[in-house]
């Protein structure tokens, strides 16, 4: 596992909103990034356990943390214009932005998959993220050195049977990161990269691999020297990549 001792003000006046924050690995960027001087915006569809965030950074980084609560199954356009109208009205940029909402969905082959659950998941997992990249780039244009990270899955990369349309979603996502990156890379200093984090000892990972010890999987927060180093200026020259969290080198 990659290895990197951030500095305790590395991210220091640096705002960065992350989704799906109320759990798994978004929830401990969250606190692993406001212990790191970010102040961290908390965008998840679960008040109560977004308030539960929002009062375990408070405890040690008093005014560090807003929350703002969304349903990506059922929001629309405008509300995420409203979303970016709201940040723009309390920080002056975005710095960065964490693509980390996701849902796993059935475990189906695809002749029997429920048509619900593909239209819900697509909703999050891709249409949500392409909604709210679009309605925050102007924001993230003024920051000096942005930073904007997908979350990838190696099932989103080489298809897998039975994964669905949690697959099909992460391939998009993938395809979303590389076009915005190319568009992005002689006209922006927003740099663009997707991140699959691997396996990684969450909820989602129980759901999906019900008979698996828990304990054979890395913790999420063995993945932050990662997270820290993407949302940092020494990866400034890291653009449109594909990247794997337990492969990570910087140098590479």
């Not at 659950?117 to 909703?123: A, G, K, N, R, V």
């Not at 891709?126 to 920051?143: C, D, E, G, K, V």
């Not at 930073?147 to 979303?176: C, M, N, Q």
């Not at 180093?229 to 590479?252: C, E, V, W």
Request: glycine share 6%; charged share 20%; proline share 5%.
């Amino acid at each position: 596992m990659f290895e990197y001792t951030a500095p305790e003000n590395l991210l220091e006046d640096k705002t960065i909103l992350i989704t799906g924050a109320s759990d798994g690995i978004g929830k401990i960027c969250a606190c692993t990034f406001a212990d790191h001087g970010a102040r961290v915006i908390l965008l998840g569809r679960n008040q109560e356990k977004l308030e539960a965030v929002y009062d375990q950074i408070e405890a040690l980084n008093p005014g560090k943390t807003v929350i703002h609560p969304l349903d990506f199954i059922s929001a629309m356009a405008a509300d995420y214009q409203t979303l970016a109208q709201s940040l723009n009205e309390q920080f002056e940029c975005l710095d960065g932005l964490i693509h980390n909402a996701a849902l796993l969905g059935a475990m189906n082959p695809i002749e029997f998959y429920p048509e619900r659950d593909w239209t819900e998941l697509m909703q999050v997992n891709i249409n949500a993220a392409f909604y709210l990249t679009r309605a925050l780039l102007p924001s993230l244009s003024r920051s000096t050195d942005a930073r904007l990270l997908f979350t990838a899955s190696s099932v989103g990369r080489i298809g897998r049977a039975y994964w669905g349309a949690y697959t099909v979603s992460k391939f998009a996502v993938e395809g979303l990161m590389q076009t915005l990156a190319d568009e992005l890379a002689k006209t922006s200093s927003i740099r663009v990269n997707s991140l699959n984090p691997g396996g990684t000892r969450t909820n989602m990972r129980r759901a999906a691999y019900p008979a698996e010890n828990p304990e054979s999987q890395p913790t999420a927060e063995s993945l932050m020297p990662v997270y820290l180093y993407l949302m940092s200026p020494q990866s400034k020259s890291i653009h449109g990549q594909t990247l794997d969290a337990r492969s990570f080198d910087p140098n590479s």
